[in-house]
């Protein structure tokens, strides 16, 4: 699993002209699943995720998690994260989870979330989304297992 974190102001999903999702001061987070995971990187994931550092303390060190400054988060299915690009023109999706495993550990990803007291925004899975932010920093990060 990927997922491909953003330090955001501000960030909201809209679909079909409705917002699906939406938050302050927090995380945007973009999680791809690969077809080779087995979903048991999703607790780990899940953890680092919550308590990565990377808000500011009084210092202007990245020593705070989003736990740590009350921040929330927009949590967004993105199956482009597996993208290959290595070949052509054309990217190819192979490595990309099918819809239904990815659906299925999407939605074990926001239930692990949740007990972490957490209860992520959300897009739609498998929607066309419009995604908007105001990114901070900017601060953007990937973190897979």
Do not use: H
Not at 64 to 82: A, K, P, R
Not at 119 to 138: E, R
Request: glycine share 8%.
């Amino acid at each position: 699993m990927r997922l491909l974190i953003q330090r955001v102001k501000s960030a909201s999903v809209e679909v079909d002209g409705k917002i699906t999702g939406e938050i302050g001061k927090g995380l945007l987070v973009f999680l791809g699943v690969k077809d080779s995971d087995d979903g048991s990187e999703i607790p780990w994931l899940a953890r680092k995720l919550v308590g990565l550092r990377i808000f500011e303390d009084e210092n202007d060190k990245m020593n705070l998690s989003v736990e740590d400054v009350q921040g929330e988060i927009l949590l967004v299915s993105q199956f482009t994260l597996y993208a290959d690009c290595s070949k052509g023109r054309r990217p190819g999706f192979s490595d990309a989870a099918p819809p239904q495993k990815a659906l299925e550990f999407y939605e074990r990803f926001i239930s692990e979330l949740k007990k972490l007291d957490f209860a992520p925004q959300t897009g739609i899975f498998q929607a066309k989304m419009q995604v908007s932010l105001q990114n901070d920093g900017p601060v953007t990060m990937i973190v897979e297992k």
